[in-house]
């Protein structure tokens, strides 16, 4: 009886964890579309009314990077946020940015665009991917 139970549960199991490799594969996928599609938004409206200046880079850690720079009307502004595409910045630099002039909380680095999110998030959903799908066919496999 208890050799019974156990082989039906077996099974059951590895139904359960493919069915979770899948929605977690899938959230994944997910959330790294959304980032693009945020990314290629946030451009967009940059796009629409931009302005451009020299800003410092102020600070640089893990989860942004700050920088200090002025609006043609004298303003100085901080973005709490952070700088987008800060990639190779460091504490001291100057660079070009773009920001939205009527919003100077959204800023860019100059010449840099979504398209810097592609690669990234692409390799990380191939990977991603080419984990989940032999996992999954393996579980399957050895129901």
């Known amino acids: ?12 199991a590895r139904r359960w964890v ?4 899948l929605a977690l594969a ?4 997910f959330l790294g579309v959304v980032l ?4 290629w938004t946030e451009d967009i409206s940059i ?6 200046a020299n800003a410092q880079v102020v600070a640089d850690d893990f989860t942004r990077t700050l920088v200090r720079f002025y609006t043609s009307d004298g303003a100085e502004h901080i973005p709490q946020t952070g ?12 660079v070009q940015v773009e920001y939205r002039q009527d919003n100077p909380e959204l800023v860019r680095v100059a010449g840099r665009g979504a398209i810097v999110t592609l690669l990234p998030v692409g390799l ?5 991917w080419a984990v989940t799908v032999p ?3 393996w579980l399957r496999r050895r129901m």
């Open 1 to 12: 009886m208890v050799q019974q139970v156990t082989d039906t549960r077996r099974p059951l």
């Open 47 to 52: 796009d629409s009314n931009t302005g451009y």
């Open 18 to 21: 493919r069915r979770g490799v």
């Open 124 to 128: 990380t959903l191939l990977g991603v």
């Open 36 to 39: 693009v599609v945020a990314a």
């Open 83 to 94: 700088v987008l595409y800060p990639a190779g910045l460091r504490v001291g630099d100057v």
């Open 26 to 29: 899938s959230v994944i996928t």
């Open 135 to 137: 996992t999954v066919w």
